[in-house]
T-cell receptor, first 111, second 115 residues
């Protein structure tokens, strides 16, 4: 059965800290892995990863994929209170157009 | 700008009532999805559609139905609402794989409470 597991489930850090969020997956015929940020409302897209070892970066956020070990990490450096959110990982297989989501990591950044 | 809208945004209903949540997208996407989000479960797929007249069951489809009569709309119906269906519901859409960046576009969510 296809599944996506995120860890930790929740995390509380102080402003300025660096955090690493984890996403491991078991999905048949992997095509891509996506990261989303969800604040109060709809998830918003952060990154899509398809190739191992190639870092995607946007400001203080970066992500990388390891297709051999079947996981991805999302790094946030110099965290700010605005980074407080649920971070969702989703995996897309080659077959069909579905996305399998993990349970999310709830990040709280304390001033 | 293209968008995806859900209505109502909040609804309270009673057990046994029929409820329909609307989803309308102007992206001209073929693929549309309904998810529910509950604490500890993340986003779970209810139903999805790859085009007009196409509907498919997701992992938590019992008690729900959808219909796709045009490209823009995928309404979700709870035939007889149950307290276990209290949740936040998200509609999403995506383009077909050949033209897609990989992104799912989400609506703002509909919070349903069944008393």
């Amino acid at each position: 059965e296809d599944k996506v597991v995120q860890s930790p489930l929740s995390l509380v850090v102080h402003e300025g800290d660096t955090v690493t969020l984890n996403c491991s997956y078991e999905v048949t015929n992997f095509r891509s892995l996506l990261w989303y940020k969800q604040e109060k409302k709809a998830p918003t897209f952060l990154f899509m990863l398809t190739s191992s070892g190639i870092e995607k970066k946007s400001g203080r956020l970066s992500s990388i994929l390891d297709k051999k070990e079947l996981f991805s990490i999302l790094n946030i450096t110099a965290t700010q209170t605005g980074d407080s959110a649920i971070y969702l990982c989703a995996v897309e297989p080659h077959t069909g157009n579905q996305f399998y989501f993990g349970t999310g990591t709830s990040l709280t950044v304390i001033p | 700008d293209a968008e995806i809208t859900q209505s109502p945004r909040h609804k309270i209903t009673e057990t046994g009532r029929q409820v329909t949540l609307a989803c309308h997208q102007t992206w001209n996407h073929n693929n549309m999805f309904w998810y529910r989000q509950d604490l500890g479960h993340g986003l779970r797929l209810i139903h999805y559609s790859y085009g007009v007249q196409d509907t498919n069951k997701g992992e938590v489809s019992d008690g729900y139905s959808v219909s796709r009569s045009n490209t823009e709309d995928l309404p979700l119906t709870l035939e007889s609402a149950a307290s276990s269906q209290t949740s936040v519901y998200f509609c999403a859409s995506s383009a077909n794989r050949g033209r897609r960046t990989g992104e799912l576009f989400f609506g703002e969510g509909s919070r349903l409470t069944v008393l």
